[in-house]
């Protein structure tokens, strides 16, 4: 199973606090991706990062931000919760960008916002 | 705007048969696409791959077609088991540095013995 770990696993928060979610990874792989799960809408992507210090926006980064300060680390913080941010939270990691390079998967983090 | 769309939510088939999983994209600059198989409580895991250059490509039972002119790929996987019951999805990404890899919303199937 290729190293990557997502952090908590499970949180249930209050409208409007601030919320990080931590992706660490041990494959020093070069990219590193947040998405979000929710029925009917599949995996949607919110971030991803290109190396360190580099992200850029996916199709749903409103009310999100990202920093990667070094290679292993990934996270994801929502600025003020809302409950429209409920959701299973999943982050991968690519060693590349070339179509061939499969990506590997945490566990997930399952987020509610009440 | 979703690019990479799936637009069957559920597929049922009996163990034996063939399961045909569909997915459509609208961007052009996609040139390779994955399907990855997801079980509950778990995370994705990939499962197989082709290159726009390519229009078939075979691993075991999982067969991967892609039509580029209709923007439309298919999992075919045969003969279908129990164990085969999951979530899958399709994803896509396009050519360059940027690393982008978008899904869709995923099919799920189920396999009766």
């Known amino acids: 199973d290729a190293g990557i770990t997502q952090s908590p696993r499970h949180k249930v928060t209050e409208t409007g606090t601030p919320v990080t979610l931590r992706c660490h990874q041990t494959e020093n792989h070069r990219y590193m991706y947040w998405y979000r799960q929710d029925p009917g809408h599949g995996l949607r992507l919110i971030h991803y990062?290109?190396?360190?210090?580099?992200?850029d926006k996916g199709e749903v980064s409103d009310g999100y931000s990202v920093s990667r300060s070094k290679t292993e680390d990934f996270l994801l913080t929502l600025e003020s919760a809302t409950s429209s941010q409920t959701s299973v939270y999943f982050c991968?990691?690519?060693?590349?960008?070339?179509?061939?390079?499969?990506?590997?998967f945490g566990q997930g983090t399952r987020l509610t916002v009440v | 705007d979703q690019q990479v769309k799936q637009n069957s939510p559920s597929l049922s088939v009996q163990e034996g048969r063939i399961s045909i999983l569909n997915c459509d994209y609208t961007?052009?600059?996609?040139?390779?696409f994955l399907w990855y198989k997801k079980y509950p409580a778990e995370g994705p895991t990939f499962l197989i791959s082709i290159s726009s250059i390519k229009d078939k490509n075979e691993d075991g039972r999982f067969t991967v077609f892609l039509n580029k002119s209709a923007k439309h790929l298919s999992l075919h996987i045969v003969p279908s088991q129990p164990g085969d019951s999951a979530v899958y999805f399709c994803a896509a990404t396009g050519s360059g540095n940027t690393g982008k890899l978008i899904f869709g919303q995923g099919t799920t199937l189920q396999v009766k013995p």
């Open positions: 961007n052009s600059m996609f040139d390779y």
């Open positions: 991968a990691i690519r060693e590349g960008a070339s179509g061939n390079t499969e990506a590997f």
């Open positions: 990062s290109y190396g360190v210090k580099d992200t």
